[in-house]
Structure formats: C-alpha cells, structure tokens
C-alpha cells in the first residue's frame, strides 16, 4: 500500500490535464464514477478515458501496420483525446446533451463531460442523474464507433444515446410502478415532461429524446429495434 502510494506520487490523475488546460483545482470526479445510476461496465470505461487506456486507431496502428490510424467518421488521427472530445461526429451528441444538462439547470461542457459533474450529498438525485447521461453518452461514442467499424448502419451516435437512456428510463419505471412509488419516479425523470411523462400510471415518452429517434425512423424504417 505505502509502495503503491510512493509511486503514484507526482503522476499526472489524467490524460487529459493538459488537453483540457484543467487548473490544479480541475480533477476528476473519480467518487461519481461507480455512483449509482451508473453500472460498473460505464465506471470502467469512464476510468479508461481518463487514463488514455482506450484503444483506438491511433494507438492500434503502432501495434499493427495494417490498420489505419484514421478516425472512422473522419480523416483525423484518431487519439483518445479525437475519439471523445474533437471528432465533429459528437457535435450533435454534445448538442442533445446541453440540453438536458439545461433542463436540471447546469451547464454542460467539454470538461464535465470527460471528467464528470462533482457529486453533493445535498443534491445527489440530479448530481447521479447527469453523470448517469455522461457515461450513457460516452458507452454511446463506443457503440457508434464499434458499429461503423463493423460495417452497421446503426451507428448514429444521437439515436445510439436516446435508446439507451429510453430503455433506462422504461427499465426505471416498471421498478417504481411496480414498487407504487410513480412519484418518485417523475420526480426523477420526467423533468417538465421534456424527457418522459406519466398518464394514468402509463410512461409516455417525451419530444426531447423521441423526435431523436422518430427522424433516424423516417431514414431507416424498421430496420432497427427500437427499445
């Protein structure tokens, strides 16, 4: 334990300090990342991001020739720093999130998305709310990228975020139904209804993630399932 802490001393908590130009008070949140709503696989992979220990083009090309160091949506060398933050693929993705960030009354930024938004005791239901949306968006970047490596057609990275967070949102309202604790449930999710609403104890979706998810319908039909 005391070797482990000796040789800890003086690294660099993140990859992205110099990147982010993060001041000696900017850290990560790592308290928030194992916090419910949040599974451990989405905590694993926000550890990875922070650390750089993710494997993309850029790395993978050193390893093997044969694969190209490009960005899949782009032309750019894809580095960790591109595949989550610089890529114009998120831009529309980081637009959706800004406005759910807006409807808790915070500000998103590039920042909080890679380091997390700071956990209070006072304010925990919103605080795990929008960190739950920080990893559901960054597990979404993963699936969109792995899908269009694959060759799917699934991978738009708006629609990927919406269905996730609605199967969230549907897996959370069947628990408190099913526990008669609906209240607690709107008072969780439905934020002014923008996200979801409930009518005669039936979950109705709201506009925010649903117009999302209605357009990439309108292109692909019912080639996809949609949760």
Same mark, same amino acid.
């Given at each position: ?90 831009? %529309?993705?980081?637009? !959706? =999130? @800004? ?8 500000? +998103? ?5 890679? *380091? ?87 979950? %109705?979706?709201?506009? !925010? =993630? @649903? ?8 292109? +692909? ?5 949609? *949760?």
């Amino acid at each position: 334990m005391v070797l482990n802490q000796r040789n800890l001393a003086g690294r660099v908590d993140t990859k992205w300090r110099t990147q982010l130009a993060l001041t000696e008070t900017q850290r990560p949140e790592w308290r928030s990342l194992y916090k419910p709503q949040l599974t451990w696989r989405g905590g694993d992979q926000q550890w990875r991001i922070l650390h750089g220990a993710i494997a993309v083009n850029g790395f993978l090309s050193y390893i093997n020739p044969n694969i190209s160091a490009e960005c899949p949506f782009c032309n750019h060398r894809e580095t960790v720093f591109h595949c989550f933050s610089e890529c114009d693929h998120l831009s %529309v993705l980081f637009l !959706l =999130l @800004n406005q759910m960030f807006s409807l808790l009354g915070e500000a +998103f930024s590039q920042t909080i998305f890679i *380091l997390g938004f700071r956990y209070h005791r006072r304010g925990k239901a919103k605080c795990q709310l929008l960190n739950l949306f920080i990893g559901q968006a960054k597990l979404a970047i993963y699936k969109s990228r792995r899908n269009k490596i694959g060759g799917s057609l699934d991978y738009d990275l708006q629609t990927i975020f919406a269905r996730m967070v609605n199967a969230r949102i549907k897996t959370d309202f069947n628990f408190y139904r099913a526990t008669n604790n609906i209240e607690e449930f709107k008072s969780t999710w439905c934020l002014n209804d923008e996200l979801c609403l409930v009518e005669e104890e039936e979950l %109705v979706f709201g506009g !925010l =993630l @649903n117009s999302v998810l209605f357009s990439f319908f309108l292109l +692909f039909g019912s080639c996809f399932c949609f *949760l």
